[in-house]
T-cell receptor
Framework: DTGVSQNPRHKITKRGQNVTFRCDPI?????LYWYRQTLGQGPEFLTY????????KSRLLSDRFSAERPKGSFSTLEIQRTEQGDSAMYLC?????????????FGPGTRLLVL | DQQVKQNSPSLSVQEGRISILNCDYT??????FLWYKKYPAEGPTFLIS?????DKNEDGRFTVFLNKSAKHLSLHIVPSQPGDSAVYFC????????????FGPGTRLSVLP
């Protein structure tokens, strides 16, 4: 399977705990994106990487959120001191930027529930 | 301030008929538009796209129309099949303003047998 994979698929945690999610993009894709989706809404952009460089961060990404893509392959998204408002589906997408327009391909998501 | 709007939260269509899903946007800098389909417990799946240099793009049963002057696009599915029942998201990006996509809230399509 050469699609985008995300782990874990589900995470339940208590308020104040730290959580980390992993995304493995399609292997030849140089761009990786993180989105958050809540019920009844479309995905909202959080941040993206081109290779290992983090090029853009949304205002939604508070100081408690950090993302890395250390070797330009997989990425991790960490949320520190989780809050109930962090409960959402966290989606990862990857794309191949070759100039012009690009299409992003999404993974299945990690559903986070903060109690 | 929603830059991409999908004003119909849900739509029901009979199998074999046409489904028309609509999307409006406010940012005139958007120049690339995509439709994604999402089943429960899965990530969005890319369906079809259109750039601002075109007004129509077709792929099998799916056709996307773009009306730049009205800042409106639509997705036509003909004929509709029960397997098309899903949530459909419209997304837009502006190539000169970064690479993130802006998504609409989605329209839930139900195709009735």
């Amino acid at each position: 399977d050469t699609g985008v994979s995300q782990n874990p698929r589900h995470k339940i945690t208590k308020r104040g705990q730290n959580v980390t999610f992993r995304c493995d993009p399609i292997s030849e894709h140089n761009r990786l994106y993180w989105y958050r989706q809540t019920l009844g809404q479309g995905p909202e952009f959080l941040t993206y990487f081109q290779n290992e460089a983090q090029l853009e961060k949304s205002r939604l990404l508070s100081d408690r959120f950090s993302a890395e893509r250390p070797k330009g392959s997989f990425s991790t998204l960490e949320i520190q001191r989780t809050e109930q408002g962090d409960s959402a589906m966290y989606l990862c997408a990857s794309s191949l930027r070759t100039g012009g327009w690009e299409t992003q391909y999404f993974g299945p998501g990690t559903r986070l529930l903060v109690l | 301030d929603q830059q991409v709007k999908q004003n119909s939260p849900s739509l029901s269509v009979q199998e074999g008929r046409i489904s028309i899903l609509n999307c409006d946007y406010t940012n005139s800098m958007f120049d690339y538009f995509l439709w994604y389909k999402k089943y429960p417990a899965e990530g969005p799946t890319f369906l079809i796209s259109i750039s601002s240099i075109k007004d129509k793009n077709e792929d099998g049963r799916f056709t996307v129309f773009l009306n730049k002057s009205a800042k409106h696009l639509s997705l036509h599915i003909v004929p509709s099949q029960p397997g098309d029942s899903a949530v459909y998201f419209c997304a837009a990006s502006a190539s000169d303003y970064g690479q993130n996509f802006v998504f609409g809230p989605g329209t839930r399509l139900s195709v009735l047998p």
